[in-house]
């Protein structure tokens, strides 16, 4: 048994040494500034997402994007968002995880380049509730012809 130890360390340097880049390659990843469309479209988040805990939900909804109000009504939206709430309970922090743009940047890859009218862009919030504890919050974020990002989708997991 004690011959494997040796053997056991040097599998365990080799892992840690095989880790480290990308543990490197990680802390890049997270450093890296945001865009100014990421910006923007997590502060429209934000105003949109404090709406819904002032249990504000008429005010969302005319908040939200021209496809939102297709595809639901404000009935249906006072309604099933007034429930699913209730069921999480107030939030006790937030805080923005991740911003990308569905489908890529625009142009060529280059964020910095600006969105044009009808991107799409997905931010994940690590929420936590009162009732639900931890969750994230999917919003799909649409950037519409006034030259604002607005909510077109919700969705709490």
Avoid at 32 to 44: K, L, T, V
Avoid at 60 to 69: D, H, I, Q, T
Avoid at 72 to 84: A, C, E, F, H, T
């Amino acid at each position: 048994m004690t011959a494997n130890v040796p053997r056991l360390r040097r599998r365990r340097v080799a892992l840690a040494l095989a880790l480290l880049p990308l543990c490197a390659l990680a802390a890049i990843a997270q450093a890296q500034p945001m865009s100014p469309d990421q910006r923007a479209a997590i502060g429209a988040a934000e105003r949109w997402l404090a709406r819904v805990d002032a249990q504000r939900y008429a005010d969302a909804w005319a908040m939200g994007a021209e496809s939102f109000k297709k595809d639901v009504d404000r009935k249906q939206w006072n309604d099933g968002i007034r429930d699913l709430r209730r069921e999480y309970g107030r939030v006790v922090s937030r805080k923005a995880e991740k911003a990308a743009f569905v489908g890529g940047a625009p142009e060529g890859g280059d964020a910095a380049a600006g969105a044009t009218t009808g991107a799409e862009m997905s931010i994940l919030f690590d929420t936590r509730f009162a009732r639900r504890k931890q969750a994230t919050e999917e919003m799909i974020m649409v950037l519409e012809r006034d030259g604002l990002w607005r909510v077109a989708g919700y969705h709490i997991q």
